[in-house]
């Protein structure tokens, strides 16, 4: 069974840092583009990086060199590491397996939930 969990979310005051976790079964991580994906509270859910199966990156406009993704083939992970996290940073983190566009995305997992505050 073709399966991502996400983990690594929690609680962080701003300008700390994070390192979620994407992990996949059932399949092998290094063949596949990996998209992150958010959704702040009252947002629509945007795109953050991507991953793809050659290993290029891409990142939108807000991480500004805060994030960096990466695949790690030994766990079959792939990692979201956000440093100098801002309040509007909190949110519900994703990972999807295939696309890095968020109108492809056909349905979201349980995710897990970034928030950043004092």
């Known amino acids: 069974q073709v399966q991502l969990v996400e983990s690594g979310g929690g609680l962080v005051q701003p300008g700390g840092s994070l390192r979620l976790s994407c992990a996949g079964s059932g399949f092998s991580l290094k063949y596949y583009a990996i998209g992150w994906f958010r959704q702040a509270p009252g947002k629509e859910h945007e795109g953050v990086s991507c991953i793809s199966a050659g290993d290029s990156l891409r990142y939108a406009d807000f991480v500004e060199g805060r994030f960096t993704t990466g695949k790690d083939s030994a766990t079959n992970t792939v990692y979201l590491q956000m440093n100098s996290l801002k309040p509007e940073d909190t949110g519900i983190y994703y990972c999807?397996?295939?696309?890095?566009?968020?109108?492809?995305?056909?349905?979201w997992g349980q995710g897990t939930q970034v928030t950043v505050g004092s």
């Open positions: 999807v397996l295939g696309t890095c566009v968020v109108d492809m995305v056909d349905s």
